[in-house]
């Protein structure tokens, strides 16, 4: 089942910081965050494995709370650069126990950066 | 070191027609996947494969079937193209799990 991501666009001014929050029903071995540009493949951000961790990539950051299968995605002093299509993808255990490696991604926020 | 290539990188087919889109990686990676993205959407994955001469199904694997004869080439048929199939098609790769995806360029597929 597709993991669900909130909110569905953002709109910021540089500078400004914004939260994405991925949230799915089924339990989790680990949240990938990907970030695409439009006409672009999407762009490896950062993975969270079990465990609670949170993980730092330059003034981006995301955090795993595995027990309530949520992530967040933190964008802090945002840049012009920042604006995009971010994407969690989730990877859990299949019927059989397995993953695989697969990624049942979310619908996608929008994220536009203003001057 | 190029990664991971889709070829061809756009194509319009009529109904019916069929075709075959290649996805080649250079990084002995041993798993394969493919996706469809359609506006609005995140990528829904069609098939995978777990190293040479396995293949499986994924979320929307109707109407397409696919081969990884060899570990690098992942190729993906549509036998009788339908305009619903038109999409821009991902694939993309992982040498074990825990690692981040490289994804191609993308096939941007148009169905008539």
């Known amino acids: 089942q597709q993991p669900v991501q909130s909110p569905q666009a953002v709109i910021l001014r540089e500078g400004e910081d914004a939260v994405i929050n991925c949230s799915s029903s089924k339990a989790l071995y680990s949240v990938h965050w990907y970030r695409q540009k439009h006409g672009e493949a999407p762009v490896f951000l950062m993975i969270?494995?079990?465990?609670?961790e949170q993980k730092g990539h330059e003034k981006i950051s995301a955090s795993f709370n595995e027990k309530k299968q949520q992530s967040s995605l933190y964008l802090t002093a945002s840049q012009l650069s920042y604006s995009g299509t971010y994407f969690c993808?989730?990877?859990?255990?299949?019927?059989?126990?397995?993953?695989?490696?697969?990624?049942?991604f979310g619908q996608g926020t929008i994220l536009t950066v203003h001057p | 070191n190029a990664g991971v290539t889709q070829t061809p990188k756009f194509r319009v087919l009529k109904t019916g027609q069929s075709m075959t889109l290649l996805c080649a990686q250079d990084m002995n990676h041993e798993y394969m996947y493919w996706y469809r993205q359609d506006p609005g959407m995140g990528l829904r994955l069609i098939h995978y494969s777990v190293g040479e001469g396995t293949t499986a199904k994924g979320e929307v694997p109707d109407g397409y079937n696919v081969s990884r004869l060899k570990k690098q080439n992942f190729l993906l048929g549509l036998e009788s193209a339908a305009p619903s199939q038109t999409s821009v098609y991902f694939c993309?790769?992982?040498?074990?799990?825990?690692?981040?995806?490289?994804f191609g360029d993308g096939t941007r597929l148009s169905i008539l």
């Open positions: 993808g989730t990877e859990g255990p299949d019927a059989g126990g397995t993953s695989y490696g697969k990624l049942t």
């Open positions: 969270l494995l079990k465990g609670g």
């Open positions: 993309a790769s992982i040498g074990s799990r825990n690692q981040p995806q490289h």
